[in-house]
Structures are given as C-alpha cells and as structure tokens.
C-alpha cells in the first residue's frame, strides 16, 4: 500500500500555484487568473462522479451569477478513474460547462490544495489566500432544499469585504482515486 503525501492547505494560506493543460487546448495558471479576477473558485470535480453530476447545474449558475464580479470558476480533474483527455472534452461539451476544466494528470496540484473528495471547492481572493473550502452546499441530493449556500455565501461575503462566518466545510462527496 502507498502512503501518498497530501498536503492540506489550511484557511488563510496562499493557494498553491499550478500550470495545467485545460480542455480548450490552453495552459492555464492560477497566477494568471489571479492577476485577471478578484476572486477564484477551484472546484475538484471528474466525469464518473454521481455528487459532480448533481452538482454541475449549481456550478454553472454559480459562475453566471457572479462572473460579472470578476470572479471564475475552474472545475479541475486530479481523480484517477479512467477518464481520459478527450473523455474530459466530451464531458464538458455535454455539459455545456461555463467555466474552463482543467486536468491534473501527475495529481501534485491536486495533492497540493488537500482535495480529498470530488466535489471540494476551494476559495481564493486576489491575493492567492484560500478564503473557502469544502462544500458547494449542505444538501447534494435536493438543491430546492438547500439549507446553506456555503460556496455562494463565501464569494458573496468576500466581495463585500465582510467575513466569510463559515470559512470550512468538511466535504461530501466521492473520494478521490489516487494514483500508485
């Protein structure tokens, strides 16, 4: 059995920076995302995933609600579970994602944030600092029900200059594969 390092990337730490390719044929990094928003949203998602599924909606009218903030989103696949490149386009276009869907094919970066479930969604400010992290919201299964908007609340919060009251969540999801 491999003991594989995770690095857990604590609230008010600087996020770590990464270069990965996304399905539009770009290198994306976050530094550059930073200089270009106020604010980042990296959500760890992947194509086999029943909790992205339900999630992917939610995701999208996040990114529509608050692109006009300067804010994105960036879906990232660091789970090894079959999917490949070109499954990850087909996915996205299926999907109609609004936001770019990175793959992280060594899984450092997603090692490096600490994911541990898909999805985990982590904030940053324009700065770099992890503001956010944890679940989209409390009820995956039913979103007419949902209770606690804590992704939502925290971009909201963040942009208004008022403290984010619930910066952590532990998240729910499915584990992510690592690989060997």
């Not at 579970?81 to 997603?110: C, I, R």
Request: proline content about 6%.
């Amino acid at each position: 059995m491999n003991i594989l390092e995770t690095i857990d990337t604590p609230i008010g730490s600087y996020a770590p920076d990464f270069e990965l390719p996304g399905i539009d044929g770009q290198v994306h990094h976050l530094s550059r995302y930073l200089e270009k928003f106020g604010a980042v949203g990296v959500v760890f998602i992947c194509n086999h995933c029943p909790y992205v599924n339900l999630y992917l909606d939610r995701l999208k009218n996040i990114q529509a609600e608050f692109a006009r903030q300067s804010f994105t989103l960036i879906g990232m696949n660091g789970s090894d579970s079959g999917s490949t490149f070109e499954n990850m386009k087909v996915f996205a276009q299926g999907h109609e994602l609004n936001f770019p869907y990175l793959w992280d094919p060594t899984q450092d970066v997603t090692r490096s944030f600490g994911a541990t479930k898909t999805p985990m969604a982590f904030l940053i400010d324009s700065t770099g600092i992890v503001r956010y992290k944890g679940q989209i919201d409390d009820r995956p299964q039913d979103p007419s029900s949902v209770g606690e908007h804590y992704l939502k609340t925290a971009i909201a919060c963040l942009f208004a200059g008022q403290e984010i009251d619930i910066p952590q969540t532990e998240p729910i999801g499915t584990t992510l594969i690592w690989r060997n």
